[in-house]
């Protein structure tokens, strides 16, 4: 990514000079290259513009949903299929367990080898995908077990096929589900949160977004498609659908923001595995206490009032 350049050449100077015979300058000289380095990836990632941050949300070596299921939960068991056309790589589901609740995880599923991704279609669900996380969430509600979410894709997959099997009306069902799910529900956008194929997924109680994950109506290059005839207008489109996390959370679309280690979260997946992990029991902790008719009544409540406007 072009933004890490300065910070890659620090670290191969840090590099060389780990491995070359360290006399006591050099050693000094290390401690204060990763000084500069430490300071330049705070002042990189603490000023990113819109366009900056999409690219952080898509880097290659982002933590995918795969690996917050084996760095987050204990005893993940994938279910798999739809019980009516196939089962979708790029919606996983499965029962895990998490500070001693037994929950139901879905996620999006990007893959990491060109195969995987090829298999998942980038993270792009179809219908099935869908359909299978319906399936699995009526069979968490009758066991009385908590949803967790993890949403990872740019949206939907836009296929012919995908369309024929009713990939806009399967979008809506999910979500008509979801507002009316008596479990207690939590969403995590932990990566790209791109359109309806996001919110397939994305009505629960308590919705939280990392720190440089973005979520939004459409892509940027998409709305720049739409709007200026070209994709090379994306960085305009991207300050323009105000999609980052500090703005979501001001609108009350989203609860709270995850921060992410210094350097985003490819630098240390573990320690963005453990934040993750304390905001998920604590959540968990909370919504499990109350009530479950006033839970979904003020989860229905929620998402009914975004988008509300005021006329002068």
Same mark, same amino acid.
């Given at each position: 990514?072009?933004?890490?350049?300065? /910070?890659?050449?620090?670290?191969?100077? /840090?590099?060389?000079?780990?491995?070359?015979?360290?006399?006591?300058?050099?050693?000094?000289?290390?401690?204060?290259?990763? $000084?500069?380095?430490?300071?330049?990836?705070?002042?990189? =990632?603490?000023?990113?513009?819109?366009?900056?941050?999409?690219?952080?949300?898509?880097?290659?070596?982002?933590?995918?949903?795969?690996?917050?299921?084996?760095?987050?939960?204990?005893?993940?068991?994938?279910?798999?299929?739809? #019980?009516?056309?196939? !089962?979708?790589?790029?919606?996983?589901?499965?029962?895990?367990? /998490?500070?001693?609740?037994?929950?139901?995880?879905?996620?999006?599923?990007?893959?990491?080898?060109?195969?995987?991704?090829?298999?998942?279609?980038?993270?792009?669900?179809?219908?099935?995908?869908?359909?299978?996380?319906?399936?699995?969430? $009526?069979?968490?509600?009758?066991?009385?077990?908590?949803?967790?979410?993890?949403?990872?894709?740019?949206?939907?997959?836009?296929?012919?096929?995908?369309? &024929?099997?009713?990939?806009?009306?399967? /979008?809506?069902?999910?979500?008509?589900?979801?507002?009316?799910?008596?479990?207690?529900?939590?969403?995590?956008?932990?990566?790209?949160?791109?359109?309806?194929?996001?919110?397939?997924?994305?009505?629960? !109680?308590?919705?939280?977004?990392?720190?440089?994950?973005?979520?939004?109506?459409?892509?940027? &290059?998409?709305?720049?498609?739409?709007?200026?005839?070209?994709?090379? =207008? #994306?960085?305009?489109?991207?300050?323009?659908?105000?999609?980052?996390?500090?703005?979501?959370?001001?609108?009350?679309?989203?609860? #709270?923001?995850?921060?992410?280690?210094?350097?985003?979260?490819?630098?240390?997946?573990?320690?963005?595995?453990?934040?993750?992990?304390?905001?998920?029991?604590?959540?968990?902790?909370?919504?499990? #206490?109350?009530?479950?008719?006033?839970?979904?009544?003020?989860?229905?409540?929620? =998402?009914?009032?975004?988008?509300?406007?005021?006329? !002068?």
């Amino acid at each position: 990514m072009p933004l890490e350049k300065p /910070i890659y050449e620090l670290e191969d100077k /840090i590099a060389d000079l780990e491995t070359a015979p360290l006399g006591e300058q050099s050693q000094d000289e290390v401690q204060q290259l990763r $000084r500069e380095c430490a300071d330049l990836q705070k002042q990189i =990632f603490g000023n990113l513009d819109p366009w900056q941050t999409v690219e952080v949300a898509r880097h290659p070596n982002r933590p995918k949903t795969s690996d917050y299921l084996s760095l987050v939960f204990d005893e993940f068991v994938e279910l798999h299929g739809d #019980k009516a056309f196939g !089962d979708d790589p790029a919606m996983l589901t499965g029962f895990a367990k /998490i500070d001693r609740h037994k929950v139901l995880v879905i996620g999006h599923q990007k893959g990491k080898t060109l195969t995987e991704k090829q298999a998942c279609h980038f993270g792009c669900a179809h219908p099935e995908g869908y359909r299978k996380a319906m399936g699995k969430m $009526r069979l968490a509600a009758k066991y009385g077990l908590p949803v967790i979410c993890l949403i990872d894709t740019p949206g939907a997959y836009p296929g012919v096929g995908a369309e &024929e099997r009713g990939q806009a009306q399967v /979008i809506a069902e999910s979500m008509f589900l979801m507002a009316s799910l008596k479990v207690p529900i939590i969403c995590v956008v932990i990566g790209e949160g791109g359109s309806g194929g996001a919110l397939g997924i994305g009505v629960g !109680d308590r919705v939280a977004i990392l720190e440089h994950a973005y979520y939004s109506v459409i892509s940027p &290059e998409g709305c720049a498609g739409i709007l200026w005839k070209s994709a090379e =207008f #994306k960085a305009d489109a991207a300050r323009a659908l105000r999609m980052r996390a500090w703005d979501l959370k001001e609108f009350g679309v989203i609860d #709270k923001v995850i921060d992410e280690p210094r350097g985003g979260a490819h630098r240390d997946p573990r320690l963005m595995a453990a934040r993750l992990k304390t905001f998920l029991e604590r959540t968990l902790r909370d919504l499990v #206490k109350q009530p479950i008719e006033e839970l979904v009544e003020s989860r229905y409540a929620k =998402f009914r009032q975004m988008g509300n406007f005021l006329e !002068d």
